[in-house]
């Protein structure tokens, strides 16, 4: 499917080299679970049905676990106008619309491809933003569809949830199970947790680096695209500076979908730990949508829509 969203050849290049990366690495992974659990039936059978569950249902856990529901034209004409007349404009699919009943205001899009795609935003989002904003948000929704970049997070996710999982059935096994085996058997559980984490840590560190590109790739693509990288900025600012008044317990249920999100549920992130963040930050975001806005002139021609 070819939308009339800009491609994005940077953006193309990274997501192959992560993913040839994590291939490596998961080669290299499932070659020492072989090795050290001795049963190659039984790695395969695992990370076979991991990663069929994960590819296929990732839209339909995503919005179960966001509490969004499909909503109906009827329900929200003046969403799904706008999310028609965006993919009208991209000539691409219209996806699944959906509603989630959060306060906190955000927006994000999941599916394993352009067909089965499904952008969902919340109920904090829609009172907060103006349709100008709303409709740079969705753009940026969309360019994600268009660019397949749901479905590349997803296969590139699949490797550190599978290794995160072995880590945790290690480590319970190591401190409920101790007692009950020889030294070749706890030998064996450690190597599987050493090797695990390792993994785990690599392909954290490659998924979080991709995730802050696409998230500027897909600024720029809706900027673009609704010829209004203003409204954009604006949304962004408004969503980033009301995310951090949200309860905090509200956002750590929130933040293990952070990859899927508009903008993060998170405050501020300073130092160090914006290499470990999945979106860049806002001053990044909002530098670059004021480049795009000089570009095309946009302060002499405010009504312009693309």
């Not at 604006?234 to 309860?247: F, N, Q």
Request: net charge positive.
């Amino acid at each position: 499917m070819r939308s009339r969203f800009r491609s994005d050849r940077r953006l193309t290049v990274r997501m192959t080299v992560t993913l040839f990366l994590l291939g490596l690495l998961y080669v290299a992974f499932v070659a020492a679970l072989i090795v050290l659990l001795k049963s190659w039936v039984l790695v395969a059978v695992l990370m076979g049905a991991m990663f069929v569950a994960q590819f296929w249902f990732s839209d339909r856990i995503a919005v179960f676990a966001m509490r969004g529901r499909v909503v109906r034209r009827e329900e929200h004409p003046e969403l799904h106008a706008v999310v028609d007349r965006l993919c009208a404009i991209a000539d691409m699919p219209k996806p699944v619309v959906a509603v989630s009943e959060m306060n906190m205001p955000n927006a994000f899009a999941t599916g394993r491809s352009a067909d089965h795609a499904v952008v969902c935003v919340t109920t904090g989002l829609l009172r907060r933003l103006e349709p100008a904003e709303l409709e740079g948000v969705l753009a940026h929704e969309l360019s994600h569809v268009a660019h397949k970049d749901v479905a590349v997070i997803t296969v590139a996710s699949f490797l550190g949830v599978i290794a995160g999982l072995v880590v945790r059935f290690a480590l319970y096994s190591q401190l409920f199970g101790g007692g009950r085996r020889d030294q070749n058997t706890a030998a064996v559980l450690a190597a599987v947790l050493g090797v695990s984490a390792a993994v785990y840590a690599l392909s954290f560190l490659l998924i979080r680096a991709l995730s802050r590109y696409r998230e500027l790739a897909a600024d720029r693509a809706a900027a673009h695209l609704t010829g209004r990288p203003s409204a954009l900025a604006s949304a962004l600012t408004k969503v980033s500076g009301d995310i951090t008044r949200i309860p905090t317990r509200d956002l750590r249920t929130a933040q293990a979908f952070n990859a899927f999100y508009f903008a993060p549920a998170a405050g501020r992130e300073p130092g160090i730990e914006r290499f470990f963040s999945t979106h860049p930050s806002l001053e990044q975001r909002l530098d670059q949508l004021g480049r795009i806005s000089a570009e095309l002139g946009e302060a002499a021609a405010p009504g312009k829509t693309g």
